[in-house]
């Protein structure tokens, strides 16, 4: 388990996103289907990923045996990987709201 499997996930993640895509382009599932069901893959590898990184420090910090753990180690890069591909839609989705931090819009300039 020494092996990271990036390319693989990404490759795996990034062709059920864009199926899930085309279903919505195909109106077989909605956009909000879509989105939900991404944001729960979000949460999913979040929450493992967080929990297990959670338990390794604990682990560390306490000094307790490698051995048991370092699989766990494996699970949350793997994890983190998921989770930092699917965060990227995520931000792509929320733009405009990010830009709204960030740039003042017209209709609140003029009604000042």
Known sequence: MSNY?????FIITLACYFLSLFLVKIKKINLIQH???WNLILLISFLASCLLGLF?????DNQLSLGWYLP???YHVEFGIVMALVSIFHFIWHIPYYKSYFFKS??????K
């Open 5 to 9: 499997n990036f390319f693989i996930i």
């Open 35 to 37: 989105r939900r069901f």
């Open 56 to 60: 390794l420090a604990f682990s560390i």
């Open 72 to 74: 766990l180690i494996w």
């Open 106 to 111: 017209k209709v609140s300039s003029e009604t």
